[in-house]
């Protein structure tokens, strides 16, 4: 069986490339590195990587051995940093995964009214989220697709309606409804280019037969709410999440033309005790602070 330090190193190169980088970023010499390459390919009678240059770039095999560094490293982390926590403090914190949906500052200083735990806030990719939470990186995030696995447990939060978020000067900054075509008239700002069963693409774009040509992705809502107000280009956004901005006057909400149908948000977590006597009380707290007033 390798040690943990073979896998840490097939990390290191996959993110890297190289073997001097690689061992520049685990903290070891590039000579100690080739020896551990040479170690776990003559333990294993395979290669990891196929060579090019300077560059490695794993074979099958090591393709293999990654996937189990991507799943066992972060618990190893975890286990590690909740070890250190528990030696300074009687708990460990918990945290909580933020997705590109992260404009909660209204709820940041609710946070502990209810119990004494500390929330860790964990920043995720898009593409991370359900991953982090069925490997134990967060034990609980905000989203719309709760993964049905035993042993996570969700609450329902809201269900809310998409919207075109605009610059308050838009010349349909007052229109009763936005056609699809004005999505495709400048720079149209979303958190995911990827088209998703259920959301604008299916119910928005698809029937008008518009897909817009100027798409800018950036994996923070928050972000993007500063581009509109700016007057940088235009979006579509959940209701809930807007809805700040537009009260203050930065940007204007304005409803999709066409049959839009509401979107389920979950507060999805671990479904242990000390978890659930975290989690249910903030999906109280964010049912109370996003819930629309209808």
């Known amino acids: 069986m390798l040690d943990i330090k073979y896998y840490v190193l097939i990390d290191a190169i996959a993110t890297h490339g190289t073997v001097h980088d690689a061992a520049a970023a685990i903290g070891i010499t590039q000579p100690a590195a080739t020896h551990r390459i040479r170690e776990m390919e003559r333990r294993l009678g395979v290669a990891l990587f196929h060579r090019e240059g300077r560059r490695l770039t794993l074979s099958a095999s090591g393709e293999r051995l990654l996937d189990t560094a991507h ?145 800018v992705q950036i994996e923070s809502v928050a972000l993007i709410l500063e581009l509109v107000a700016a007057g940088k280009g235009v979006s579509i956004l959940s209701r809930w999440a807007a809805r700040d901005a537009h009260q203050a006057g930065h940007v204007v909400m304005r409803p999709l033309a066409g049959d839009i149908p509401r979107i389920p948000w979950y507060l999805a977590y671990t479904q242990t005790p000390h978890i659930a006597a975290v989690a249910e009380p903030l999906a109280d707290t964010l049912r109370h602070l996003y819930r629309a007033d209808e």
Do not use: K
């Not at 995720?124 to 990186?137: E, H, I, K, S, V």
């Not at 969700?154 to 229109?175: I, N, R, T, Y």
């Not at 698809?206 to 798409?215: F, L």
């Open 71 to 215: 799943a066992v490293l972060p618990q190893l982390r975890n286990a590690e940093l909740e070890a250190w926590q528990l030696a300074r403090r009687a708990e460990p914190a918990l945290r909580l995964g933020i997705g590109p949906y992260d404009t909660f500052s209204r709820a940041i200083p609710h946070l502990y009214d209810q119990h004494e735990r500390d929330i860790d806030l964990v920043r995720l990719p898009m593409a991370d989220m359900t991953t982090a939470l069925l490997a134990n990186r967060v034990d609980m995030i905000c989203m719309i697709e709760v993964p049905s696995q035993r042993g996570i447990a969700h609450q329902l939060l809201f269900e809310e309606p998409l919207v075109a978020v605009l610059p308050p000067d838009h010349p349909d900054a007052q229109s009763d409804t936005i056609p699809a075509e004005v999505f495709d008239r400048g720079r149209h700002f979303t958190y995911s280019i990827t088209p998703e069963s259920g959301h604008e693409f299916e119910h928005f774009f698809q029937p008008a037969g518009v897909y817009p040509s100027h798409m």
